[in-house]
């Protein structure tokens, strides 16, 4: 069976410091992968996504993510913190491309401390 | 405002009442996804759409929920006899490819 693990429930940070959110995934193909945002209130926003191209996958608002198949991986970055950027993020994966059964992790809050 | 719509967007009801919630996607999006999310969990795929096909269905949509989307266009999500169980938020999204859009959500309470 396909799935997200994000490993960290709740990622505190303080504004300009880096943000790293992590994500490993299970899948029997090469999936295309992808990074969620959810602001309170709001519908949830891409900002990434990995479709067997560069593996270095660069995002909206300075995030950024790296593909690791190695590592099962694709964990998110910015290199410098925003209090625009506290909200719940998600790890997805559509584990073989064909099918449109999308996978969610279980997301990650993101803090950012003044 | 061309993005997803759905409504209501909150639903208050009562155990064993039925229950439609109706998803207006990106007019040109030809996919159309509903998903449930629960309080601290990421959302969870129910179904697929594209066009007016249904092509998808996760098990987690039992026999009490079906959903239609007739023309291709909008859709609905009707729950039968609601249980406490299916309080949740109802994410509808549509997309052309792999990117979807996603909808501000029904919340439902069932009491």
């Known amino acids: 069976a396909q799935s997200v693990t994000q490993l960290d429930s709740h990622v505190s940070v303080s504004e300009g410091t880096p943000v790293l959110l992590r994500c490993n995934y299970s899948?029997?193909?090469?999936?295309?992968l992808f990074w969620y945002v959810q602001h309170p209130n709001k519908g949830l926003q891409l900002l990434l996504k990995y479709t067997s191209a560069a593996t270095l996958v660069k995002g909206i608002n300075g995030f950024e993510a790296e593909f690791k198949k190695s590592e099962t991986s694709f964990h998110l970055t910015k290199p410098s913190a925003h209090m625009s950027d506290a909200a719940e993020y998600f790890c997805v994966v559509n584990p073989d491309n064909y099918g449109q059964n999308f996978v969610f992790g279980p997301g990650t809050r993101l803090s950012v401390l003044p | 405002d061309t993005g997803v719509s759905q409504d209501p967007r909150h639903k208050i009801t009562k155990r064993g009442q039925n229950v439609t919630f109706r998803c207006d996607p990106i007019?040109?999006?030809?996919?159309l996804y509903w998903y449930r999310q629960t309080l601290g969990q990421g959302p969870e795929f129910l179904t697929y759409f594209q066009n007016e096909a249904q092509l998808e269905k996760s098990r987690l949509l039992s026999d009490r929920f079906s959903a239609e989307r007739p023309k291709g266009s909008f859709s609905t999500l009707e729950i039968q006899r609601t249980e406490q169980g299916d309080s949740a938020m109802y994410l509808c999204a549509s997309s052309l490819e792999d990117e979807q859009f996603f909808g501000p959500g029904t919340r439902l309470t069932v009491l």
């Open positions: 899948s029997s193909y090469s999936p295309s």
């Open positions: 007019s040109e999006h030809n996919r």
